[in-house]
């Protein structure tokens, strides 16, 4: 069984930086595509960054230049530094992973969650 366990959320003051990271364990072939999402209360899950096995990155135009996505292939980790941090930052982040379960299947997994506070 793969998980994907997330760590780094907390409460940062306005202008600070957080690292968000995400390791997949379990039983795996490979990992593909590795990406990090976030949802408010009663707003849909938006996309924050997603970065390829080839380290091709695409990021929500709305964080371009205060957040970055990166990966450890070796550690099946994603990592998301964010920076800059503001009020509208607070939400729960989750960490989404393409995996290569068997030679010809992949399933996507989803992390727990992690919740950033962005306040003074």
């Known amino acids: 069984q793969v998980q994907l366990v997330e760590s780094g959320g907390g409460l940062v003051q306005p202008g600070g930086s957080l690292r968000l990271s995400c390791a997949a364990s379990g039983r795996f072939f490979g990992i593909g595509n590795m990406g990090w999402y976030r949802q408010a209360p009663g707003k849909q899950r938006e996309l924050v960054a997603v970065?390829?096995?080839?380290?091709?990155?695409n990021y929500a135009d709305s964080l371009k230049g205060r957040f970055t996505i990166s990966r450890d292939n070796a550690k099946n980790t994603v990592y998301l530094q964010m920076n800059s941090l503001k009020p509208e930052d607070t939400v729960v982040y989750y960490c989404?992973?393409?995996?290569?379960?068997?030679?010809?299947?992949?399933?996507?997994?989803w992390g727990q969650g992690t919740q950033v506070t962005v306040s003074s």
């Open positions: 989404n992973a393409v995996v290569v379960v068997t030679p010809t299947r992949r399933d996507d997994y």
């Open positions: 970065i390829t096995t080839s380290d091709s990155t």
